[in-house]
């Protein structure tokens, strides 16, 4: 059987050794170091945005941020439905309530008038959130210039959660930046790696000293250890943060490279009874997978997909479960689209994430799109 084709693999790109070499070479093995200062800075200056704090996940940034915003128990976070569940367990770690806010059918990320409802919700329940996560889902922007007003009119800063849309940009502006603070995954699956990793993104300096004294146990300045703080152990090593350096550089390539894996999908499976993910005319996306919805109506399902590429030995999978329909987040208030449209599920029952790794050949890339036409030439 030929090897398996998995979603989104590690892509090293050749440029990460020298960096893990450096720190070999110092012994800089421990604690941070220079990759890791490195990092922060190669990353910001990329995003355009002036600071940055490396971390150990990009849940754990998630954390942090809620916690400079105060959350704290029985607040209240809304925070994007059809997402990954790191997204929204920190709020769970704060002891705080979330509320989940359906899709637009645009571009699949938080609808506008499902978090209008849900704000006035708010008001009259005298539940305001102390802060609104917005999700940019597999690879592509959220609609900031409609999201972030109603955010500023009641007054509640945002967390843009950028996990995956490294690279990808809204009317010309890259992810990461329209939120007071804005988090990067690299984990393993997305589109650049350190092995596992994150980091927060803000303009605001005070804000990011204050979550780097969280990230390393809430050391005072003092030196037999002074805690007046609880605090976490979140950083990132200084050799993980080496191989962001070299990820880093490889970015812009990987971006085409996922962009054609994109085009050659949309183009290949033209004429079959499925759609291609939408891609809004505000921004391009860095295309971290390609996600297909199948046609209402027809016999296939994407049970029936998934199992058929499974046997070619091909990794697929079905969109994120909405998150409240978690059990872990059962009783959890969910704000639809519009009142009797809910879209996340609808893509959840529909939809299907296709291998889109950067570097996935040709040859895979056809045995997948063959192993789904052949399929739909059985079925219908
Ligand atoms: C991957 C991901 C996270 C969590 O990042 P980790 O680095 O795995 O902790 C959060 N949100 C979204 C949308 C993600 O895809």
């Not at 398996?4 to 790109?13: C, N, T, Y």
């Not at 860095?286 to 030995?313: D, F, R």
């Amino acid at each position: 059987m030929q090897e398996r084709i998995f979603l989104s693999p590690p892509h090293m790109s050749g440029n990460e050794m020298k960096y893990i070499q450096e720190a070999f070479d110092t012994n800089w093995i421990a604690p941070l170091g220079t990759n890791v200062d490195k990092f922060e800075e190669e990353l910001c200056a990329y995003v355009g945005i002036d600071h940055g704090l490396a971390l150990s996940s990009g849940t754990a940034g998630i954390h942090l941020a809620l916690k400079y915003f105060g959350v704290g128990p029985g607040d209240y976070v809304f925070c994007s439905d059809l997402t990954f569940s790191g997204s929204c367990n920190p709020i769970l770690y704060q002891y705080a309530h979330p509320v989940f806010i359906d899709s637009e059918p645009e571009t699949w990320n938080m609808s506008p008038t499902a978090l209008e409802r849900a704000f006035e919700w708010a008001r009259k329940e005298n539940k305001m959130p102390k802060a609104v996560i917005i999700v940019d889902l597999y690879g592509q922007s959220a609609d900031y210039d409609q999201l972030l007003p109603i955010c500023e009119q009641y007054g509640v800063p945002v967390i843009e959660d950028a996990a995956e849309a490294l690279g990808a940009t809204y009317k010309g502006k890259k992810c990461g930046t329209f939120g007071h603070v804005g988090i990067f995954s690299f984990n393993g699956n997305k589109i650049i790696t350190t092995s596992g990793g994150g980091m927060v993104v803000s303009n605001d300096e005070e804000a990011i000293k204050k979550m780097r004294f969280w990230s390393t146990q809430s050391r005072e300045a003092a030196i037999h250890y002074e805690h007046k703080e609880v605090g976490y152990n979140y950083r990132i090593s200084n050799i993980s943060a080496g191989i962001g350096r070299g990820q880093l550089q490889a970015l812009g390539g990987f971006i085409d490279n996922r962009k054609y894996i994109f085009d050659q999908y949309k183009e290949k499976l033209k004429g079959l009874p499925l759609r291609i993910m939408p891609i809004s005319v505000h921004g391009q996306p860095n295309y971290w997978l390609t996600v297909i919805t199948l046609e209402e109506g027809i016999k296939l399902t994407p049970g029936a997909i998934i199992s058929q590429l499974g046997q070619e030995n091909i990794e697929s999978r079905p969109l994120w479960k909405p998150m409240h329909l978690q059990p872990v987040f059962s009783e959890t208030p969910i704000f639809y689209h519009k009142e009797t449209e809910y879209i996340g599920m609808y893509l959840f029952k529909y939809g299907i994430c296709l291998p889109s790794g950067s570097s996935m050949t040709q040859a895979q890339q056809d045995l997948v799109i063959n192993t789904i036409s052949g399929k739909f030439a059985k079925v219908e």
